[in-house]
């Protein structure tokens, strides 16, 4: 098991910049790739970063690309998310997830957070 605990949401005003983290407790955390997914209200949670285990390699949805990086610590266990130039469109409940591969398919996650607000002002 692998329990993840995100932190850093809040309410930021259009063009700023928040940074998320994730807290891993549990088996190895180097051993899982790891993703970032947010879910506004009436819509799908869609997928926002991924990275693999050693974080070599990342990978973003289109409308993030330039604006938000993901990165982790595995000395800390430790995902992050930073995002900059927030857009009202960004507001969301952001989650983490662990999984053996680094994918755009929340499916393919075992484990997820309980999520942290991000609220975006226009």
């Known amino acids: 098991q692998v329990q993840l605990v995100e932190s850093g949401g809040g309410l930021v005003q259009a063009g700023g910049s928040l940074r998320l983290s994730c807290a891993a407790s549990g088996r190895t955390f180097s051993n899982y790739a790891l993703g970032w997914f947010r879910q506004a209200p009436g819509k799908a949670r869609e997928f926002v970063a991924a990275?693999?285990?050693?974080?070599?390699?990342?990978y973003y949805e289109d409308s993030v690309k330039g604006r938000f990086t993901i990165s982790r610590d595995n000395a800390k266990n430790t995902l992050y998310l930073q995002m900059n130039s927030l857009k009202p469109d960004d507001a969301a409940v952001y989650y983490c997830a662990a999984g053996p591969i680094a994918t755009t398919s929340a499916g393919r996650y075992n484990y997820w957070g309980q999520g942290t607000q991000v609220t975006v002002s226009s």
């Open positions: 990275i693999t285990w050693s974080g070599s390699r990342t």
